[in-house]
């Protein structure tokens, strides 16, 4: 197959090109020229495939609920929205329906069904603070100990590659150590850990830090706190959900300006109420859920947030017209990032000869006219 647009992003940039699909790779990438070809997309951008990190489930399915069918329709309404690979995430729970939800995942993965591609699991909890555990059931909360974590990763058949940790609850640096040595990215979140206390956790072996400045100690100019250190280390990646709503506009452009292009991951931690009307009321993870009118989701006793109904290819329109993020770091943040903190970037996450053909044709207004995973198309009109 042959697909042609005056604006591909290779490289950095947009240029003309003509690029050619075999299979599930892309195959060679040549100038434009006006020869025939089977889908020609004009002036419509085409960039990589949207990769989200952080995503609990939309249209009524949530990861937990270990339910086969709601998750396959998920997988294939995620290219609605762009998005070719993402990781189902957990939340806390009891360690039997923990257990359930993994082995579905794990299931389906091997079924190998269409739509986004399922790279992995993001276990959010059960091993998180109290004080931060936000829309997470604390009675579920658990300390970490290493052998119940080679439980769940054996449930989800070695698919687990973040887990959100709470590093000051973990002795020594424990469970941190031997995520990093197996290849499990240790992302600090839903913790009241101290700037001292995370610089530890990156020293034995963390790697990021979940939806920035929620769920964690804030950032004080005395007492630094989860925030600060976000902010301050450079080598840690960082996540935040790009609604607008979680994060003001102005708080998410001086995150990047922190984060610079090459650390910041943009997600949607989106729950199962993505895809439906305000005002409806869910139940997640045993706790009743409202959808507010401006899309984000809150505790319907609490009244706190509880996640988003966020879509990548919005978010992404948030990043560069409400944040003033440039487009290039903005792309980046929802493509290449994750893709490097997850070691799958030589293969996803650019448009390269050889990698995947996971690409997404994205209007002027950042609707989804087309998204091929891994070369097959899942939407659109041409």
Known sequence: ??????????????????IEIEKDKIMNISAYSDCKVDRDYGDQRIVPGFID????????????????????????????????????????????????????????????????????????????????HGAQPINAVVKPTIEEFQEYQDAANGLIKIITLA???DPNYMLTKYCSDNHVAVSIGHSSATLEQVTFAVANGAK???????????????ENGVVGAALRCDSLYSEIICDCNHVTSEAINLFFRSKGKEKAIMITDSLMCKGYKPGEIFHFSDLEVKI?????????????????T?????????????????????????????????????R????????????????????????????????GTQ
């Not at 401006?294 to 609490?302: I, M, N």
């Not at 978010?315 to 990032?337: M, R, W, Y």
Request: proline share 3%; glycine share 8%.
């Open 1 to 18: 197959m042959f697909i042609k647009s005056k604006r591909v992003y290779v490289g950095d940039r947009f240029i003309p090109c003509i």
């Open 53 to 132: 990190i952080h995503t609990h489930g939309a249209y009524g399915f949530d990861t937990n609920n270990a339910d086969e069918n709601g998750l396959k329709n998920w997988q294939k309404r995620l290219t609605e929205e762009g998005v070719t690979s993402f990781l189902p995430t957990t939340v806390t729970a009891s360690k039997d329906k923990l257990l359930k939800a993994l082995k579905n995942v794990a299931n389906v993965k091997k079924e190998n069904y269409s739509g986004a591609h399922i790279v992995g699991i993001h276990l959010e909890g059960p091993y998180i603070d109290k004080k931060y």
């Open 167 to 169: 590093v000051e609850h």
């Open 208 to 222: 990021s830090v979940t939806h920035t400045f929620n769920g964690m100690s804030p950032f004080n100019h005395r």
């Open 292 to 308: 507010h009118s401006d899309g984000s989701a809150h505790l319907v006793k609490e009244g706190n947030f509880a996640g988003s």
């Open 310 to 346: 966020l879509k990548m290819n919005v978010g992404l329109k948030n990043l560069v017209e409400k944040a003033l993020i440039p487009f290039d770091v903005a792309l980046q943040s929802c493509t290449l990032n994750p893709a490097k903190l997850l070691k799958i970037d030589d």
């Open 348 to 379: 996803v996450g650019s448009l390269v000869v050889g990698y995947d053909a996971d690409i997404v044709v994205l209007g002027d207004d950042y609707s989804i006219i087309e998204t091929y995973c891994k070369g097959i198309p899942q939407l």
